[in-house]
């Protein structure tokens, strides 16, 4: 019987589609990293300001358009990705903070202070995460730092002894303090970097002084008082 004859086919890659990127560099083929991305965008924000373009910030990192999408997402996702960055950024150097002072009214006054402080050496990063996404959404992205840092908030006042004396398990009362608590900060805090002539000690007194007082009074206050 005759043997077969054994028939090699050559392997011929399959051309990409096109309109499909390679997810490499612009400049020297490296595969972009998610990350160096981010890193990027950050790069290009505290240099430029917030209103720096989804193709400015492709540029910076040495990628086309369609790979920044690819490896983040269109601006609403950059702007979560690189505010959880701020975040845990910001919330290490508060805990810092925070470790050095005992005493209830003190802490405040550091959260306070430092939250401005913090604001303030990242400002264009701090502006272009609360406002730079697109206008589609306005509610759900202004609460995109907030919702983060507020749930750390409830977290820690839920876990005081006070709290679950007056208020049990319910955490009802924290949720709404750990807001308002953040929309004190937030608001002052964009209004402070507009007025840059306001001193931070002053300002960190002032309002302390504010959530201080309305805190202690609700820490006392029972379930049933309106």
């Keep these: 019987m005759q043997r077969a004859k054994t028939v090699k086919r050559k392997h011929h890659q399959t051309p990409r589609r096109p309109g499909r990127p390679a997810g490499r560099t612009s400049n020297d083929g490296v595969i972009a990293d998610r990350e160096a991305l981010l890193d990027a965008a950050e790069r290009l924000i505290r240099k430029?300001?917030?209103?720096?373009?989804l193709d400015s910030i492709a540029a910076e990192a040495g990628v086309t358009k369609p790979i920044l999408y690819r490896g983040v997402g269109d601006r609403d996702a950059l702007v979560e990705a690189l505010a959880g960055r701020l975040f845990m950024r910001m919330l290490e150097g508060l805990t810092r903070l925070l470790e050095r002072a005992?005493?209830?009214?003190?802490?405040?006054?550091?959260?306070?202070?430092?939250?401005?402080?913090?604001?303030?050496?990242?400002?264009?990063?701090?502006?272009?995460?609360?406002?730079?996404g697109t206008s589609?959404?306005?509610l759900r992205q202004s609460l995109v730092l907030a919702d983060r840092a507020a749930r750390q908030f409830a977290d820690g006042i839920t876990a005081s002894g006070a709290y679950a004396a007056t208020h049990g398990t319910d955490g009802t009362a924290a949720t709404v303090w750990s807001y308002g608590l953040i929309g004190a900060l937030h608001y002052?805090?964009?209004?402070?970097?507009?007025?840059?002539?306001?001193?931070?000690?002053?300002?960190?007194?002032?309002?302390t002084a504010l959530l201080w007082s309305g805190l202690s009074g609700a820490q006392n206050a029972s379930p049933s008082e309106p």
């Design 48 to 53: 430029r300001g917030p209103q720096v373009s």
């Design 188 to 207: 002052v805090a964009l209004w402070w970097l507009r007025e840059t002539t306001a001193e931070v000690e002053g300002v960190t007194e002032h309002l």
């Design 136 to 138: 589609d959404d306005r």
């Design 102 to 132: 005992a005493v209830p009214r003190e802490i405040l006054r550091r959260l306070v202070g430092g939250y401005l402080s913090l604001a303030a050496e990242d400002r264009n990063l701090y502006l272009y995460v609360t406002a730079g």
